[in-house]
């Protein structure tokens, strides 16, 4: 059993001193005057959010959210791995493991972990409780990195070893969205003795076979459309990643921007206004988890990672996810969903739902929706 230790953040104030200082003193540069979004992160809003972030953003605030929940760190394959184990209510809450993505982190969850660990204090039943685990992906926020680049499958061992060894759970369920989608898939096919059934919000592993019929290859033609101008940061950071992070770990309001036209790209927000999902404080919570840790760049690694291991492809052999599979798919998602007979050929797909609004980051954007569709999937395990 690997030996825990209690973590709790707090970032020295010199830390934060020096990250005001270089965000107040950025040298703001021309933009097109028809720029709007369409070149990148907006000049306008940056300076808007920087001004905000230099005389009103709260961070000892959000660390205090932060700090909450009870976090830990072990080693796990040489790696200081970070998570908050929150343990559920009443006599059998069920092990959930929820995975992040990037460009994100484990503030990602702050406001779900409580509903789903102890859903007796928002209306429901602590019968529906899970002991909720969140850990911080190696190489971001709060985990330490690994010695080079790996990928989601590598980290789904790590964090079935968490669950398994660690934690001492015999069986789990895992959740995720973005890398936390891929991580889970990975779970899902390699570690079935103990992870009995995954709930992803986003599809990102492929069939070797391709699409096949007229549906699925118009989605196929039409996804790639819709990637030419969002492929840019992931061609990066999937084949010199070393060479973005010069700028990046040296520049808070470049990885500000860097994140925050994500936020705006693949979000379900109300036209161009940002904060009609996201508020400042949420984005930049999240933007000073990477710049406190200095994480942009062994986080940006996964994308290499994955490139070694493989790529999307799930299995060559065509094998798929046996365990039970929910698919909740937000209709703004970055990477649309393929037709379901597609979904079927790489998971064993038992809950289906097509919901009515949100985008990429669905704990952030429909906190209720993502927990009541994770509770209506964990009814069948408990």
Not at 108 to 126: Q, T, V, W, Y
Not at 213 to 227: D, K, N, V
């Amino acid at each position: 059993m690997n030996q825990m230790k209690s973590f709790h953040l707090d970032v020295p104030e010199r830390t934060l001193g020096q990250i005001r200082k270089r965000v107040a003193d950025f040298p703001w540069h021309e933009m097109p005057d028809d720029g709007g979004w369409e070149y990148g992160a907006n000049l306008d809003y940056m300076k808007e959010l920087c001004a905000y972030w230099i005389n009103e953003f709260d961070w000892r605030k959000q660390e205090r959210s932060i700090n909450r929940f009870s976090q830990f760190t072990t080693p796990i394959h040489g790696i200081d791995l970070h998570f908050i184990h929150e343990k559920g209510s009443g006599p059998s809450p069920l092990p959930l493991i929820i995975s992040h993505g990037w460009p994100g982190s484990v503030v990602e969850f702050l406001d779900i972990i409580d509903p789903l660990a102890h859903p007796e204090r928002f209306g429901g039943s602590a019968d529906d409780a899970f002991d909720v685990v969140a850990p911080s992906l190696p190489g971001f926020g709060f985990s330490g990195p690994p010695a080079r680049p790996i990928g989601p499958r590598k980290m789904a061992s790590m964090f079935d070893e968490l669950m398994t060894n660690t934690l001492q759970y015999n069986r789990y369920l895992a959740q995720g969205g973005d890398w936390g989608g891929a991580i889970s898939s990975w779970l899902g096919l390699n570690h079935a003795n103990s992870c009995c059934g995954i709930h992803i919000n986003i599809m990102t592993m492929r069939h070797p076979d391709g699409p096949v019929g007229a549906e699925e290859e118009a989605w196929a033609i039409e996804f790639e459309r819709e990637q030419l101008t969002e492929n840019g940061y992931r061609t990066q950071q999937a084949t010199k990643p070393q060479t973005l992070s010069y700028a990046m770990m040296d520049s808070p309001v470049g990885v500000a921007a860097w994140l925050t036209e994500k936020y705006r790209s693949w979000s379900d927000i109300d036209g161009d206004d940002l904060e009609s999902v996201h508020s400042k404080d949420s984005m930049l919570t999240n933007i000073m988890v990477y710049l406190v840790t200095r994480t942009f760049n062994t986080a940006s690694w996964i994308y290499y990672g994955r490139r070694e291991e493989g790529g999307r492809i799930l299995s060559q052999e065509g094998k798929r996810v046996e365990v039970p599979t929910a698919a909740a798919l937000f209709p703004k998602e970055i990477l649309s969903w393929p037709p379901r007979s597609y979904v079927k050929r790489v998971y064993n797909v038992t809950q289906w739902t097509e919901m009515p609004r949100g985008g990429h980051f669905a704990a952030l954007e429909q906190p209720n929706l993502l927990i009541d569709d994770i509770r209506e999937f964990a009814k069948t395990f408990r």
